[in-house]
């Protein structure tokens, strides 16, 4: 069965798209980027067609991870029906996207870090803390975790 995630932030040029090709790394080295889909999202509008931020782009690169070709795009309401998940870096993404998708009638949104056992902690914005380091070390402990739920526990509704 195809999985299919979004993730989402503010602008779709930080976090998000360092979970989306984090995610990606692991699925691909967990031997299961066939049963994968994976995107990134923004819920405002002032990045649309912008690249990832080039802080975000070398903290990817340090881990070997590529971004290329990757532009921020809106998150749109249809997002809702064509993602299985669809998850927040912070609460205030998580209002935004209650707002795009009219409500979460399916609990297909969820924050990162509840996968990292850190129930409703956030992935600071690097953006405005600088913090790059910490953003990475959140992101990915979120996405193994997800990861690990998605691929060991009861499928995720």
Avoid at 9 to 21: K, L, V, Y
Avoid at 33 to 43: E, G, N
Avoid at 44 to 65: C, D, F, M, W
Wanted: proline content about 5%; glycine content about 8%.
């Amino acid at each position: 069965m195809l999985r299919r995630i979004l993730f989402v932030c503010h602008g779709n040029i930080c976090r998000s798209p360092m979970a989306e090709f984090a995610m990606k790394r692991l699925v691909q080295e967990a031997g299961l980027a066939d049963r994968f889909q994976i995107a990134s999202a923004a819920t405002s509008t002032e990045e649309i067609g912008n690249p990832v931020y080039p802080p975000a782009r070398r903290k990817l690169a340090e881990h070997g991870v590529s971004c290329a070709g990757k532009t921020a795009r809106q998150m749109v309401r249809a997002d809702y029906r064509d993602y299985d998940l669809l998850i927040g870096m912070d609460r205030a993404n998580l209002r935004s996207m209650y707002r795009i998708c009219g409500r979460d009638s399916e609990g297909k949104i969820r924050l990162l870090l509840d996968y990292a056992g850190r129930p409703d902690q956030e992935v600071a914005d690097p953006w405005y803390t600088g913090d790059f380091d910490s953003a990475w070390n959140d992101v990915l402990s979120g996405c193994r975790g997800l990861l690990k739920a998605l691929v060991s526990g009861p499928p995720v509704q």
